[in-house]
């Protein structure tokens, strides 16, 4: 990064982040390493599901997967992504050091026939688990465990097909096809330590297990609970009012709660009540549940078949279930609100089972409460749909989406283009992106199966004729992968390929969790400043020279902003020192560099004790920041105040990128007691365009990572307030769009915690705006008028508009035009400047200013590739200050055309007077 983050001080034995208090974690510190806590592995996950309920363990959940690196959506059409690396013409497509767990694998091409990828090979320390052909995999021809549920083919998953077998190995994984598998993902989690890990035995059957998936959704899948009790209550719900269905005082846990209303049947009340009455449960005095009934169970849609691990809902007995462990250390509340038109009427029930064990896991934090969160609005255009954002500490497991499409822009169901990012203990790049919104619930081809459900993934409802633009209901069990946080959470899903598709989304996502983190940011090395190489005492017989990047990080939802930092990279072995408090439970050692090269990997030790090998296989020539990161158990760091990480790039990587390092502590408990530091380093930037480019050093707080609040004005001088806050960032810039040529702007820039507390304002800094221009054509939605679908479609189809998406017109026959507005700021004579989009679908387009037409007609078509024109200019013109219109008309279409789309990437306007 670059200079001047404050240098963090050793004089007093440990060290702390600026402005954060030295003394806060609890308990006291320990002098000797606990036993890792690695929470249920291998069929353990299975054969005790009431184990999901731990926390705090050292397991972090991970993904490989063939998502799209330039941010656009070939997510696996071309291949492009699908192999880490070739090995002899076939393809690696998972690799690992260290201990852990793969978890969940999926794949789909050719509509769900995988025969083409050829066979699968699965090695597991130095060990072949599977070398034989996927497609008898997933047919499950080779025998227990490898039969379903555990595996899947097209017709069982719906156009996916996909292995669970939960596979252990101590010290290193591999997964390799024979052929470029197109679309799919490894999901997979690591651990601190090897200690009692076994590498998976295949000769295993796990019968048992089988036979618990194959009653899924109609049993308990848990063992007994002692003191168990089952009471039943019969309902006579009113519009408008709330039932208590059981309550429970003392140490314990609900294992069991289930409904028979036969009001279910009959469409559309029995849909009215699963869309409108909802669960609510409060645990210890906090309701963590709040859900639509039918969402709860796997369904939003409406009464469907659900057989999940852990709910069900069987339509001919017009009956719910669900058996998620909900511990509790003195009181339970369950209840039920009828937010319906009709009185709901039939019986609920209610298992319990008194233990005082959950008191004292509640206590220490072993265990969490579970929860339930749902979410439901509109999708915004630009913004991931929010299925989890959360503090403290916690394990996601599971969650069921529903989702209304709006009008749609292209074709039905177009909002299943989505991925999934999960980001976790927040880090700026995800732990998990996926490849699309079926893909994700591990069907395919938007589920050409049509419907499905299974013990851990379903679709109950692909689609109804009675939802004008398309709906869909899913659910995905995050079981053996469920995703653990420390300190923060966030989970989200695109709605169409560059979040662009309108519609209604719903969800609920079943997490266990606690309200305090466990992390504590206790140390971070700015490498390249010479005062925070000095503090931490910081070399290398070659540490490398400092060079400055400009580029971007994956995944991130909005616009993509730039971030500049200073980076090292070098092949020598690299030393430096970083304090941790001493009660810390283990550390980890989060890395930001530049993956511009896969494959970069480096052997650690802490205090010159082994500690193993940070291998990463990722890479990524387009989005170049990463963050990744190494955990460094107890064993090697509790009870001492700093230690002193070596980092030794291995014989024939690529040189050991870095531009900073941060040392997270993992504690009993940790809350955040700290505002973030003042923001400094705040830098300006004018390019050609009408936009000002801020760059800062990133934030510092005693809780890993705050976001980035941006304050504006044209008057100097200003004091940061809502009606000038004009963006909030995840990383450490911002570009402010939409200026008037050479506008003189004043900003300031404050750090924000996920916790909510605000640093103070930075200095501030001034800019001027470019001479050109350059308006994104997406951003003049709404339109004045539409003769057919116009919306914003992001980037797809192998190219990359230059705001992220292009103003997309779909009519289907000629003579179709749309108008929309834009503003001049500035009088003048202007070259009108725009680039369009060319497909086998494109027709041939005139513009028209203030209806006349400009330019000569363009025609949109090209074949077999999409592409992006060159700036295609439209001659000069008198615009005077103010509103004016566009006119785009489809008059008609090159021979070889298919249809009539157009596409506008961006309007420019250069004053030539």
């Known amino acids: 990064m670059r200079a001047g983050l404050v240098a963090v001080a050793f004089a007093l034995g440990i060290a702390t982040l600026a402005g954060t208090p030295a003394a806060t974690a609890e308990p006291a510190a320990q002098t000797a390493a606990q036993a890792p806590r690695h929470g249920p592995v291998g069929w353990e996950t299975f054969r005790n ?28 059409f071309g291949g492009n992504y699908s192999c880490l690396r070739t090995e002899n013409t076939n393809c690696v497509i998972a690799e690992q050091q260290g201990a852990g767990e793969i978890d969940s694998i999926w794949f789909t091409r050719d509509n769900g026939d995988v025969r083409n990828t050829g066979w699968i090979r699965i090695e597991l320390d130095g060990q072949t688990v599977v070398d034989t052909s996927l497609q008898d995999v997933v047919d499950g021809k080779l025998g227990a465990p490898f039969t379903y549920p555990l595996v899947a083919n097209a017709d069982q998953s719906s156009g996916g097909v996909y292995i669970k077998v939960p596979m252990t190995y101590r010290e290193n994984m591999r997964v390799t096809v024979q052929s470029n598998p197109f ?38 899948p848990k063992p007994q609970q002692p003191n168990a009790q089952t009471a039943s209550k019969d309902l006579a719900i009113a519009p408008g009012a709330t039932a208590t269905i059981a309550t429970a005082k003392g140490s314990g846990a609900i294992t069991a709660l289930g409904f028979e209303l036969p009001q279910l049947g009959t469409h559309p009340v029995g849909t009215e009540v699963l869309q409108k009455a909802r669960l609510r449960a409060t645990f210890d005095g906090v309701r963590t549940i709040d859900s639509p009934l039918g969402e709860f ?98 394990r996601v497991v599971g969650v069921t989406q529903t989702v209304n499409g709006g009008p749609k822009s292209g074709w039905r169901l177009a909002y299943l283009e989505g991925d999934e990012r999960v980001f976790v203990d927040g880090a700026t790049s995800p732990a998990l992106h996926g490849t699309g919104t079926e893909d994700f619930y591990e069907g395919g081809w938007y589920f050409n199966r049509d419907a499905f459900t299974t013990p851990t993934t379903g679709t109950p409802v692909k689609d109804r004729t009675d939802c004008v633009e398309g709906c869909t209901g899913m659910y995905r069990l995050l079981l053996a992968e469920g995703i653990n946080f420390d300190n923060s959470m966030r989970f989200s899903i695109e709605h169409g390929q560059g979040d662009d598709e309108p519609a209604l989304e719903a969800s609920t996502t079943y997490w266990y969790g606690l309200p305090t983190g466990a992390q504590q940011w206790s140390d971070s090395l700015d490498v390249g400043s010479p005062a925070s190489e000095k503090a931490h005492d910081y070399k290398a017989s070659d540490v490398g020279k400092v060079t400055k990047l400009t580029s971007r990080y994956e ?32 550390v980890t050692l989060r890395r930001t560099s530049d993956q511009a090269k896969p494959y970069q990997s480096a052997r650690v030790a802490v205090d010159g004790v082994p500690a193993g090998t940070w291998y990463q296989p990722l890479g990524n020539a387009d989005q170049r920041w990463l963050d990744d990161s190494f955990e460094l158990p107890a064993s090697l760091t509790a009870g001492k105040r700093s230690v002193t990480i070596t980092l030794a790039p291995t014989e024939g990587s690529p040189p050991w990128s870095a531009a900073a390092y941060q040392a997270i502590a993992k504690l009993p408990v940790y809350r955040d007691r700290a505002n973030p530091d003042m923001i400094s380093g705040v830098r300006t930037s004018t390019g050609t365009y009408n936009q000002i480019e ?90 004045v008028s539409a003769e057919g679908p116009l919306t914003a479609q992001g980037n797809c189809c192998g190219v990359g508009w230059s705001g992220g998406a292009q103003l997309w017109f779909t009519p289907t026959e000629a ?87 157009a596409g506008i990437d961006y309007l420019q306007f250069q004053r030539v007077d």
Request: proline share 6%; hydrophobic share 35%; aromatic share 10%.
């Open 49 to 76: 599901p009431e184990r999901l309920a731990e926390i705090g363990t050292d397991s972090r959940t991970l993904q490989f997967s063939s998502f799209d690196r330039s941010g656009s959506n070939n997510d696996g």
């Open 183 to 220: 679309f799919y993902h490894v999901t997979y989690r690591t651990f601190a330590s090897p200690e009692g890990i076994a590498t998976f035995d295949k000769n295993d059957k796990a019968e048992d297990v089988l036979a618990k998936l194959t009653a899924s959704g109609t049993q308990d």
């Open 297 to 394: 169970y796997g369904s939003g849609l409406g009464l469907y078949n659900v057989k999940a691990f852990t709910f069900g809902m069987d339509p001919a007995a017009k009956k719910l279930q669900a058996w998620w462990l909900m511990p509790y250390a003195k009181n339970a509340k369950i209840e039920l609100y009828n937010g319906s038109s009709e009185t709901i009427t039939g019986k609920a029930t209610t298992t319990t089972s008194a233990d005082p064990k959950w008191a004292n896991e509640l206590a220490n934090g072993s265990v969490g409460h579970f929860r339930a969160t749902s979410q439901s609005a509109q999708a915004t255009f630009g913004r991931d749909v929010m299925f989890l954002e959360t503090v403290g500490r916690g």
């Open 555 to 586: 995944g991130v939802d909005g616009p993509a902003e730039h971030v500049t930092l200073d980076a090292r990279a070098t092949s020598a072995q690299v030393s430096f020192k970083v304090g941790v408090p001493a009660a810390n439970q283990g």
């Open 694 to 783: 801020l760059s800062w050093l990133p934030g510092r707080d005693d809780v890993y990572a705050p976001r980035y609040q941006v304050f504006a004005s044209t008057t100097s001088g200003f004091k940061p307030a809502p009606s000038n806050l004009i963006g909030t960032t995840m990383t450490p810039g911002f570009t402010h769009h939409d200026l008037a040529p050479r506008e003189t702007w004043y900003y300031k820039v404050r750090a924000i915690d996920r916790s909510g507390r605000v640093g103070l304002p930075s200095a501030q800094v001034v800019g001027v705006a470019g001479d050109i221009v350059r308006i994104e054509a997406e951003r003049l939605l709404p339109p």
């Open 815 to 901: 003579g179709k035009k749309f108008v929309v507005e834009f503003e001049i700021k500035t009088a003048g004579k202007y070259e009108v400047t725009t680039q369009q989009t060319l497909a086998r679908d494109y027709g041939i387009n005139t513009l028209a200013i203030d209806g006349v037409t400009i330019g000569e007609p363009f025609d949109g078509y090209a074949f077999p590739d999409v592409k992006v024109s060159p700036p295609l200019s439209y001659g000069e013109h008198d615009l005077s200050a103010g509103k004016h219109t566009l006119t785009v008309t489809v008059g008609s279409k090159n021979p070889a055309a298919i249809s009539y789309m």
